[in-house]
């Protein structure tokens, strides 16, 4: 854990130009690690309210599947 929190400090010595280039994909994954994080602690409030049943887990499925042709998509777009 603390090498990882050292990272951090390694953009204070990092040129301008390549610390704008590396900015974008690690927001982009601090920002998914933490979303994927919070849905993946809610599966097992999930599973005491609708029960433990293959159906809730092919909803489960459906969404990553949904959200990842959405990025998927809007990045292709993007670009």
Not at 7 to 28: F, H, R
Not at 35 to 63: D, K, R, V
């Amino acid at each position: 854990m603390s090498c990882i929190a050292l990272v951090g400090a390694l953009s204070l010595v990092l040129k301008q130009q390549t610390l704008e280039k590396i900015i974008p994909p690690i927001a982009a994954f601090a920002a998914g690690s933490l979303i994927g994080g919070a849905f993946l602690h809610m599966i097992p409030a999930g599973i005491s309210s609708y029960g433990n049943t293959t159906a809730f887990y092919l909803w489960i499925l459906l969404g990553f599947t949904i959200f990842f042709c959405l990025e998927q998509f809007l990045h292709w777009h993007h670009c």
